[in-house]
C-alpha cells in the first residue's frame, strides 16, 4: 500500500491570513517528503473560502523546486472548468519542470454551486460526454505533441493546432480519475484509458468503500481488463493523536466540513453570505459525531493502524491522508508524523506498484 498526504489549504472562517496557509501547505508537502510519504495531492477549488485554492499548477511548481523525490498530484482539474487545448499545454510545462513527478487527476466536478457559476451547468449525460471529449483532447495532444490536430467535436471545434511542449513523462504523466458513486465507477472505467481511479467517500462509511471497490473490480472485468492494470485510491479525513479526547477535538471541523460539502455537492440550496457557508444547522442525512469519527482515519495510532488494516484487507492500493483539517498547523505536523512512524510501515508494499 501506498501513502499520500491531501493538502488541500482548508480555511476555515478565514481565521489566519491566506499567506499563513499557503505557506504551511507547503511547509507540509516538504515534511511529506522528510517522512517517506509517496506523494502529496493538491486540490483545486475556489469561490467559497473554506477552500481558497483555486490554481494547484502554482504550488505543484513550488513544490518541486523545494523537494526531489515524492510525486505531486493535483486532485483534481475539474475538466468544465479549462479549456483542452490550453490544459493540456499547462499540464505538460508542468510536467517538465516537475522532472516527470507529475500526476494529473480529472473529474467532471461534483458542485452544482461551482458550475453555475463558472456557466457550466450540464446534465449528467451531457457532463459526461463533455469529460470524454476533453479528455481525448489533452490524451491525444501529449501523445503527438509535435503533430497538428484539429477537432469538430460536440463541445470544442478547432483547426489544427500544436500543444507544446509535450510532457516529460511519455505518452503522458499518471492519470488518476475521480469518481463518488457507483455508476461513475463503472463509467471511468470503462473509459478505456490506462488510467487510476481516486474515490473520496467524505464521511460514508466503510462499507460504502467496499462497494465502490467491488464495483471497481467488476468494472475492470467486464472491459477486459486485469486487476493489476489499475490502483485505487481512496481519499480519507486523517488526524492522529496520542489521546482518543485530543483526536476528537477534530469532530466539530470534520462535521462543519460536510455541512459545507453537502450544501455544495448535494443539496444545491447553500447558505452563503461573502463567500463564507452558514454550518450552524445540520443537513439532511448528517452522521452523528460517533459515526463521523468510525467512518474516517481519527483516533490513537492504534486505533487509526486498525482502520487502515481494513483497506488493507479490502485491497486498496493507496490511501491519501487528508491531514490538513483546519487545525492548527503543529498538529497538522504531528499527525502526519505519528501516521507515518506508527502506521505507514506496517502496509508497506509494492505488489500493485507499476
Not at 488541500?8 to 522528510?34: C, F, N, S, T
Not at 509517496?38 to 511548481?61: C, H, K, R, W, Y
Not at 485530543?246 to 455544495?264: K, T, V
Not at 487509526?304 to 492548527?328: A, C, F, N
Amino acid at each position: 500500500m501506498k501513502f499520500y498526504c491531501f493538502l488541500q489549504g482548508a480555511w476555515h472562517g478565514r481565521k489566519k491570513p491566506i499567506k499563513q496557509v499557503y505557506d504551511e501547505i507547503m511547509a507540509e508537502a516538504v515534511l511529506a517528503e522528510e517522512l517517506g510519504y509517496d506523494g502529496i495531492f493538491l486540490a483545486e477549488q475556489n469561490l467559497v473560502s473554506f477552500l481558497a485554492t483555486p490554481d494547484p499548477l502554482q504550488f505543484a511548481a513550488m513544490i518541486s523546486q523545494r523537494t526531489k523525490r515524492i510525486k505531486i498530484g493535483l486532485a483534481i482539474m475539474v475538466l468544465p472548468f479549462h479549456h483542452p487545448l490550453r490544459l493540456a499545454g499547462e499540464l505538460a510545462q508542468l510536467d517538465q519542470i516537475t522532472g516527470g513527478r507529475l500526476e494529473v487527476g480529472v473529474g467532471r466536478g461534483a458542485s452544482p454551486y461551482q458550475a453555475a457559476r463558472y456557466e457550466r451547468n450540464m446534465s449528467d449525460d451531457q457532463s459526461r460526454r463533455f469529460f470524454e471529449e476533453h479528455l481525448k483532447i489533452m490524451m491525444t495532444h501529449w501523445a503527438n505533441p509535435e503533430v497538428d490536430h484539429e477537432h469538430n467535436g460536440e463541445f470544442f471545434r478547432y483547426p489544427p493546432a500544436t500543444v507544446l511542449p509535450g510532457p516529460f513523462q511519455r505518452p503522458h504523466p499518471r492519470l488518476w480519475i475521480a469518481a463518488t458513486s457507483l455508476k461513475s465507477t463503472d463509467w471511468s472505467v470503462k473509459l478505456g484509458y490506462k488510467s487510476d481511479h481516486l474515490f473520496s467517500p467524505f464521511r460514508e462509511p466503510f462499507s460504502w468503500v467496499g462497494d465502490l471497490y467491488r464495483a471497481f473490480e467488476k468494472a475492470l472485468g467486464e472491459a477486459g481488463r486485469s486487476r493489476k492494470d489499475a490502483n485505487f485510491a481512496t481519499n480519507r479525513q486523517t488526524y492522529v493523536a496520542p489521546t482518543e479526547e485530543e483526536a476528537r477535538m477534530i469532530l466539530p471541523i470534520i462535521r462543519d466540513s460536510h455541512r459545507i460539502i453537502e450544501q455544495q455537492v448535494h443539496m444545491q440550496n447553500e447558505s452563503i453570505k461573502n463567500g463564507e457557508y452558514n454550518v450552524d444547522r445540520p443537513v439532511p442525512g448528517e452522521p452523528s459525531m460517533e459515526e463521523m469519527y468510525s467512518n474516517t482515519l481519527i483516533g490513537t495510532p492504534d486505533a487509526v493502524r486498525e482502520k487502515v488494516r481494513m483497506y488493507y484487507d479490502l485491497g486498496v492500493d493507496l490511501i491519501s491522508t487528508w491531514h490538513h483539517l483546519g487545525q492548527p498547523h503543529e498538529n497538522v505536523r504531528r499527525s502526519m508524523e505519528l501516521f507515518a512512524r506508527e502506521i505507514m510501515p506496517e502496509f508497506r508494499s509494492d505488489w500493485r506498484d507499476r
